[in-house]
């Protein structure tokens, strides 16, 4: 393994936060300058607003940023108002339906409330900007972009790129429009040299492609090296992408998922994955991340209460981390509902597949149906036969009834 002399990549390395660099000596070069100078080096994200928030699959690399800023450098997060307008075609089997200007701008403020969770934005020379792509392609003219910017780009090569040949090689349709994608992401990378000095962009693994977009314009364009550093592909154990879960999403703003929800989605992880958890979502020291991973049998379950106790704390707050585990602790401990746990009011009868839904316990009705057919429901901690059931006053039990989904997920009716 290289040994590095920055103290960023070293940190990330050892976190494992490292896969791919586009020159791992040259990058390392100019981060270990900037630390010697005291000069912040500047790099970017990038994230077009196809959601109002991100989830926990989204935030390898914005924890990659919090480090980057941590050690004194400045992150530029950049929210793609218009390349979400065309849809990025990676990992894509087909055009992404088209957003209108008022939705791209609602998940534009819900993406600076998910950064700012973790990221500082101010003034300061370390200080993070938020910068969006439509600015600048808005007024663009079309023949001048053509002739500065394309001019520079293979066909050639940019039918080699993942996002084209696979759909090529598997005889699907690919626009114009989604083909242009990756000269705009170039485009924007070159835009943040030329105005913020920005050397570097950190990314997933996903989007290696479009990095080395930019990083080859600049070295054509400008007789520059922009460096491109990615992350993998959060995943469980299992192969699938974390984050998502049972079609619903770890979201990081309370607009989407209660803090309790976001606690229990770390405190339900493997076992397997606590270690790699806790080097990427908590600031743990090593020599803690790896006493705790160590744990086994029942053990391992106090490391998860430490991860999702550190996680939640990162994302929501100290108090809404201590609401959290107070709650899970009464539910799982005590057997009765805390504060935290998804709560609808109590206007009537109501079957009790509609109030799984509502509590969000299940997506659908259907959904609902089959778990109880598998003896998955309880109410009031009773399992439940028959998908026909309307919940009425009498089944209050001091002022609430609590549904449970499974050993894990209860909501309670008030």
Not at 167 to 185: A, G, K, P
């Amino acid at each position: 393994m290289t040994q590095f002399k920055s103290e960023f990549l070293r940190i990330l390395t050892e976190r494992g936060f490292f896969n791919q660099c586009t020159n791992e000596e040259g990058f390392d070069a100019y981060l270990y300058e900037c630390e010697k100078t005291g000069t912040p080096a500047v790099g970017y994200l990038g994230s077009d607003p196809t959601a109002d928030s991100l989830h926990v699959g989204h935030l390898f690399p914005v924890m990659m940023m919090r480090w980057f800023q941590k050690l004194g450098n400045k992150p530029i997060m950049l929210v793609g108002g218009a390349t979400a307008r065309i849809g990025d075609p990676s990992g894509k089997d087909k055009l992404r339906p088209f957003m209108s200007s008022e939705t791209i701008a609602h998940n534009i403020d819900g993406l600076k409330d998910s950064y700012s969770r973790f990221i500082r934005f101010d003034d300061t020379p370390s200080g993070a900007i938020m910068v969006d792509n439509y600015d600048w392609f808005k007024d663009i003219n079309y023949l001048e972009f053509l002739r500065d910017v394309g001019t520079y780009y293979s066909v050639n090569r940019m039918l080699t790129m993942d996002s084209v040949k696979t759909r090529l090689e598997r005889e699907q349709q690919m626009s114009f429009l989604e083909f242009n994608y990756q000269l705009l992401q170039g485009y924007d990378f070159c835009r943040l040299y030329e105005k913020y000095g920005c050397r570097a962009q950190i990314s997933g693994s996903d989007q290696w492609g479009n990095i080395t977009s930019g990083t080859e314009l600049g070295r054509r364009k400008y007789d520059v090296e922009l460096f491109g550093f990615t992350c993998p592909i959060l995943t469980d154990a299992s192969g699938k992408k974390m984050g998502k879960s049972e079609g619903n999403a770890a979201w990081v703003n309370e607009s989407k998922l209660s803090s309790y929800d976001y606690y229990q989605y770390f405190r339900n992880i493997g076992d397997t994955e606590v270690g790699k958890c806790l080097r990427i979502f908590t600031e743990f020291p090593m020599d803690e991340v790896r006493r705790l991973e160590a744990l086994k049998d029942k053990e391992i379950n106090e490391a998860k209460k430490i991860l999702a106790f550190e996680a939640t704390k990162l994302c929501r707050g100290e108090e809404a981390a201590k609401a959290a585990a107070e709650t899970a602790r009464k539910t799982f401990e005590e057997g009765v509902g805390g504060g935290e746990l998804p709560t609808i009011a109590f206007a009537g009868d109501i079957a009790l597949t509609e109030a799984l839904v509502q509590l969000k316990l299940t997506a659908s009705k259907g959904e609902a149906k089959r778990l109880i057919a598998q003896n998955g429901v309880k109410v009031n901690d009773a399992v439940v036969a028959g998908d026909n059931i309307i919940l009425t006053a009498a089944d209050m039990q001091n002022g609430q009834i609590k549904l449970s989904v499974g050993k894990k997920k209860h909501g309670l009716i008030k």
